[in-house]
C-alpha cells in the first residue's frame, strides 16, 4: 500500500466520509478569507491557539505548507433537524473533530511529519490559554484550515469533493499536509 493509499485508508477508519488530494502547489491563500477571521464571524479570531492571529500571517502559513507537496481535503457530513437545530450542528461538529482527532491517531505509526487542519478553532479546552500562555496541547492542536486562508469551497472542487450536502446537512472540511515525496 504506498503512502496515498494508507492516508485515504486511515481517514476512511476514523470515519471521514469524502476525500481527495491537491498539490500544495495548487493551494491558494486568501486575505479575503482571512478578512472573515478577522471580523470574527466565528467567534474564536484572538481567543484561540488554533486560530488567526495565533496561527501567523498568511506569509507564515504558505512557508508552513510549502514543507509539504501533499494535501488530502477530507471532510465529513452530519445531518440535522432543520435550519434552526443549532444543537444538531454543534454535535455535528464536536463529532468531526473526534473523527480529526482519531485520524490523528492513526497517523502517528507511519506518518512522521505532518500537518493537520480542522476546522473552526480549537475547543478542546473551555478556555484557551492564548494569548497568555502556551497551549495546554500542542500535540493534539489542529490548526483552522479556513484560518490559513484556504477558501474551501474551491479546495473541494480541486479535489472532486462534494461541497454542499443538501438541506439540513452539514459538511466540515479538514486537511492533511505530508510529504508524498521524500
Known amino acids: 500500500m504506498n503512502i496515498r493509499e494508507k492516508v485515504k485508508d486511515s481517514a476512511i477508519q476514523s470515519g471521514i466520509g469524502?476525500?481527495?488530494?491537491?498539490?500544495?502547489?495548487?493551494?491558494?491563500?486568501?486575505?479575503?478569507?482571512?478578512?472573515?477571521?478577522?471580523?470574527?464571524?466565528?467567534?474564536?479570531?484572538?481567543?484561540?491557539?488554533?486560530?488567526?492571529?495565533?496561527?501567523?500571517?498568511?506569509?507564515?502559513c504558505r512557508k508552513r505548507l510549502n514543507q509539504y507537496d501533499t494535501m488530502l481535503l477530507f471532510s465529513g457530513s452530519y445531518n440535522y433537524e432543520d435550519p434552526f437545530d443549532i444543537d444538531g450542528m454543534h454535535k455535528a461538529l464536536l463529532a468531526f473533530k473526534r473523527a480529526v482527532d482519531q485520524f490523528d491517531i492513526r497517523l502517528k505509526p507511519f506518518l512522521k511529519d505532518y500537518l493537520l487542519l480542522s476546522n473552526e478553532g480549537c475547543g478542546r479546552c473551555s478556555e484557551c490559554t492564548y494569548p497568555?500562555?502556551?497551549?495546554?496541547?500542542?500535540?493534539?492542536?489542529?490548526?483552522?484550515?479556513?484560518?490559513?486562508?484556504?477558501?474551501?469551497?474551491?479546495?473541494?472542487?480541486?479535489?472532486?469533493?462534494?461541497?454542499?450536502?443538501?438541506?439540513?446537512?452539514v459538511n466540515f472540511f479538514g486537511g492533511l499536509l505530508f510529504k508524498e515525496r521524500t
Open 18 to 60: 469524502q476525500t481527495g488530494f491537491i498539490s500544495v502547489k495548487d493551494l491558494v491563500l486568501y486575505p479575503e478569507i482571512r478578512k472573515i477571521c478577522e471580523e470574527n464571524a466565528c467567534r474564536n479570531y484572538g481567543i484561540s491557539w488554533a486560530c488567526p492571529p495565533a496561527v501567523g500571517t498568511l506569509e507564515e
Open 132 to 169: 497568555d500562555a502556551p497551549c495546554r496541547y500542542p500535540e493534539l492542536l489542529h490548526p483552522s484550515i479556513e484560518g490559513y486562508g484556504l477558501q474551501i469551497s474551491e479546495l473541494a472542487e480541486k479535489a472532486s469533493m462534494q461541497y454542499y450536502g443538501g438541506p439540513n446537512t
